[in-house]
């Protein structure tokens, strides 16, 4: 029989074609070309150019990347949307996996079987690895969505197969090895990572919605075939043909013991289940490929899934879709607290519920990108229901400094009438709508957004419901997360890592002669005569003319700038004439380090492309330009040495956790309280456990420079800690030093250390004084900084100051420094082993390294670990602790 000739067709018709469920997709699948993609589970699909015509650019010649995902996606959206439309009254599903549930061509996955009896919105994406699922936001917005009771996960797989990778987790072949024998440590160090980030992906969902079933499932016993998921990488690494697929065996069979071992804590109150898969796929025919079921063992797993969820949810759905909860809906809450139900105060509400899914930072940019829309099209105000703005958005640089000046006033004002209500209000509630949001203070994340969002668009000052649902979630995660007492105390937001309370800083004044000093430069004292403070109000006349009042994007007006200069004149005036001993003014710290920061003497230079721009005018000004050009190639060894500490793939300015320096044998020098964060690691019994595998040191994280990723580097554990606990305290008699192991990758190097600085170079470097330090500072906080210009002498514009000192945090910085006290000078430092010094370091920059040009050669000299915008800092002397690091 002939086979049917296919006639040619436009490309932009055949992706309509293939997206409609009720096509021929066999049919349409004819005019593609399904193409193998290196280190990628699923394969790609191509048009094929003698059939397709009007093909783009960027498809022609090469592999439309995430085209079949894209395609496939849509056409199951469309029939999962078709059933509930059509009346179903049964449960609803989400299922989030990889090629295991969607393999992208006619071959029928394990979704494709279940969705002929069932409702399943379908998130799979063939290639998706495991933190790729964790770093996606569409999970928790999609079962809060469509009210879903079960959510269907299969992930792990291009963890092991993608990349070669398998052929790294097997042991050193050697002669006569079985393959239980090449099946040890190795795999076993990569299981505990994966258990780490499936247990963050269960928590998640189980904390958002417990009353959701999870089922998760391992693979069969695959069978190599020479191919590059599993029988090139094990030739590769010199395993025997013979015992390959004995190899593959074990590895997959403890993969599905650690998953099964997940399923049986009793922290997910049997919601999470385990689907034993390895008795499926047992011969070579019954596999598709090296590592997919053909489409008669698919159906068999997806009949091992149909039966779990029919013993697990039992009966019909609920008429939402969702198991009963104890809490009112917004509908009935509405009724209870004797307000109209006005569409758009129950809609608000809803929409706030949906968003509570989110996690701060996202919220925080969905609250942004919705205060830019509203700008762009004021008719939307009343439009709550809008699809979240920040899905397949990338993550913002910054953090609330770079939300726009509406976005942080509504932050501020609204956070200000939260408290006042929450914190302040003795009085009690004024009508039933505060009480609403007091009752629901103790209820569930998703019920105290929706009372929020009630609360937020009521009353003479209500806020457009478009902005009440995001910012009504916000609330309810940062109210929650901190708790009452904490969110009560707290005013402004602060690093990531756990920030050092100001109010343990050793009790030792600053006098003037100190802040004096603080003026000092290479090239000699500061100038304070007449003469000398006139100049150094003309550069400030010069900086403000042209970084504040000029620049549009700046919310300053020339008024508020010629009080800070008026501010800045007074200060300057009693540098030039009270006596050294007496005490500086705290509220002057402020003024002071703007000012150094902005003049040059103590600048926080950006890092681009591994140095700082030479042709920076605060060099010059500041005396350091010489300095700097001699010391080029030693500030380059220590930049490329000096990472930042991040979390998965998130750099922005609100997640800085802290800095960290190379030492030897791939080991990283930082501060104790930067991994004391309780996300990052915990003290058990003396050992330390890491409990998020997404930490890691990206030694790249310079102004301007996207991630590269041969410069992460996964955390892999804390080699030492300081044995005392520093919870947040400065106590120079404790060491605040932490060293952690990082993890080694194939043919990349770790970036170059740096020699340390010991007993026999600690003259030198005292009698160097200046030196080079290397942060990454997170902006300022502070009840001294404020937004906009309150008239009060004890407070800073934020703008302003972002202004002079550049509003870009969380990236890489030099800053030169000098120190004041010596090792054993400073009160409190009976031990010797800590200095204090001027350098602009700023929050995020705990950790960070300071390196001493001597004589004989840079030296690694301090680890700079607390100080405050303003004040000196403390750094611990490496000569008295490098025997730490062996």
Avoid at 614 to 624: K, S, V
């Amino acid at each position: 029989m002939m086979s049917k000739v296919l006639l040619p067709i436009e490309y932009d018709d055949l992706l309509v074609r293939l997206a409609d469920p009720d096509s021929n997709l066999d049919h349409y699948l004819g005019y593609m070309i399904e193409v193998s993609v290196p280190d990628r589970m699923g394969p790609e699909l191509q048009p094929n150019p003698s059939l397709v015509t009007d093909i783009p650019p960027r498809i022609e010649g090469g592999v439309g990347m995430g085209l079949a995902n894209a395609v496939m996606r849509t056409r199951r959206h469309r029939l999962y949307r078709r059933r509930i439309s059509n009346g179903w009254r049964g449960h609803r599903i989400v299922s989030e996996g990889d090629s295991w549930f969607q393999y992208p061509t006619s071959l029928l996955d394990i979704i494709d079987h279940l969705m002929v009896d069932h409702a399943i919105l379908s998130l799979d994406a063939a290639g998706d690895r495991l933190v790729d699922i964790l770093d996606q936001r569409e999970i928790l917005l999609n079962l809060k969505a469509e009210r879903a009771s079960a959510l269907l996960l299969s992930a792990g797989g291009n963890d092991l197969f993608d990349n070669g990778q398998l052929g790294r987790l097997v042991e050193a072949p050697f002669p006569g090895a079985t393959g239980e024998a090449l099946v040890g440590p190795v795999l076993d160090t990569f299981l505990s990572r994966m258990s780490a980030r499936y247990l963050e992906l269960f928590r998640s969902v189980h904390r958002a919605f417990p009353n959701v079933l999870i089922l998760i499932h391992g693979y069969g016993p695959a069978f190599p075939r020479g191919g590059a998921w599993i029988g090139r990488p094990l030739s590769a690494r010199g395993v025997p043909a013979e015992v390959q697929h004995d190899v593959v065996k074990t590895i997959l069979r403890k993969f599905n013991g650690m998953l099964a071992t997940l399923a049986r804590r009793s922290e997910f109150h049997g919601k999470l289940v385990h689907i034993d898969l390895t008795g499926i796929g047992t011969r070579p025919g019954d596999w598709h490929d090296e590592i997919h079921l053909n489409a008669a063992n698919a159906a068999r797993a997806a009949d091992r899934f149909r039966k779990a969820l029919a013993e697990r949810l039992g009966g019909p759905a609920p008429e939402d879709g969702m198991p009963p909860s104890a809490e009112p809906s917004p509908a009935e809450a509405l009724a209870e607290e004797g307000e109209p139900p006005t569409l758009e105060r129950l809609a608000a509400a809803v929409q706030a519920e949906r968003l509570s899914a989110l996690d701060e930072r996202t919220l925080l940019r969905e609250l942004d990108l919705r205060v830019e829309l509203l700008e762009l099209d004021p008719t939307l105000a009343d439009e709550a229901e809008i699809a979240p703005l920040v899905i397949g958005r990338p993550a913002p640089e910054l953090g609330i400094a770079s939300l726009h000046a509406a976005t942080r006033r509504l932050i501020k004002w609204w956070e200000s009438e939260l408290r006042a209500l929450v914190c302040d209000g003795a009085g009690g509630p004024d009508n039933a709508v505060e009480a609403a949001v007091l009752e629901a203070l103790a209820k569930s994340r998703s019920h105290l957004s929706g009372a929020l969002a009630r609360w937020l668009v009521t009353g003479p000052l209500a806020l457009p419901a478009v902005l009440a649902s995001a910012l009504a979630a916000w609330l309810a995660t940062r109210f929650l997360d901190a708790g009452r007492n904490a969110y009560c105390a707290a005013r402004h937001p602060g690093p990531a890592a756990p920030a050092l309370d100001r109010r343990s800083l050793p009790d030792v004044p600053t006098t003037m002669g100190e802040m004096r000093a603080r003026f000092d430069t290479p090239g000699g004292a500061a100038d304070f005569s007449a003469d000398g403070r006139s100049a150094m109000l003309d550069r400030l006349d010069e900086d403000l003319a042209h970084k504040v009042v000029e620049p549009p994007n700046v919310p300053v007006d020339a008024d508020a700038a010629s009080k800070f200069r008026l501010r800045v004149k007074r200060i300057i005036e009693l540098l030039g004439g009270e006596p050294d001993d007496t005490r500086a003014d705290d509220n002057t710290f402020g003024l002071v380090e703007s000012l150094i920061i902005a003049d040059g003497t103590r600048p926080a230079l950006y890092v681009r492309d591994g140095f700082v721009d030479l042709t920076d005018e605060r060099l010059t000004r500041g005396g350091w330009l010489d300095r700097v050009r001699e010391s080029e190639t030693h500030i380059r060894r220590l930049v490329a040495a000096s990472g930042r500490i991040v979390r998965g793939s998130d750099r922005s300015a609100n997640a800085v956790y802290g800095s960290a320096w190379m030492l030897p044998d791939g080991r990283v020098a930082t501060a104790r309280h930067v991994i004391e964060s309780r996300d990052f690691a915990e003290e058990i019994n003396g050992t330390w456990v890491i409990k998020d595998p997404s930490f890691a040191v990206d030694f790249g994280v310079e102004l301007g420079a996207g991630t590269d990723p041969d410069r992460v580097f996964r955390i892999a554990a804390v080699d030492w800690a300081g044995p005392d606990a520093i919870a947040g305290q400065v106590n120079l008699g404790h060491l605040d030093i932490a060293i952690l192991t990082l993890e080694e990758k194939p043919e990349k190097p770790f970036p170059e250390h740096l020699p340390l600085a010991d007993h026999t170079a600690s003259d030198a470097v005292v009698a160097e004084d200046w030196f080079f330090n290397v942060g990454h500072p997170a902006q300022p906080w502070g009840s001294w900084l404020v937004d906009g210009e309150d008239g009060n002498d004890a407070t800073i514009s934020r703008e302003l100051l972002f202004a002079l000192i550049g509003d870009r945090f969380g990236v890489k910085r030099l800053s030169p420094g000098r120190i004041d006290f010596a090792p054993g000078r400073f009160p409190g430092d009976a031990h010797a082993h800590a200095i204090t010094h001027d350098a602009t370091t700023l929050g995020g920059s705990s950790g960070s390294g300071i390196m001493a040009v001597t004589p004989e050669g840079p030296v690694m000299s301090g680890l700079h670990f607390a100080g405050y915008f303003g004040t000196r800092n403390y750094a611990h002397w490496v000569p008295a602790v490098a025997h730490l690091h062996r």
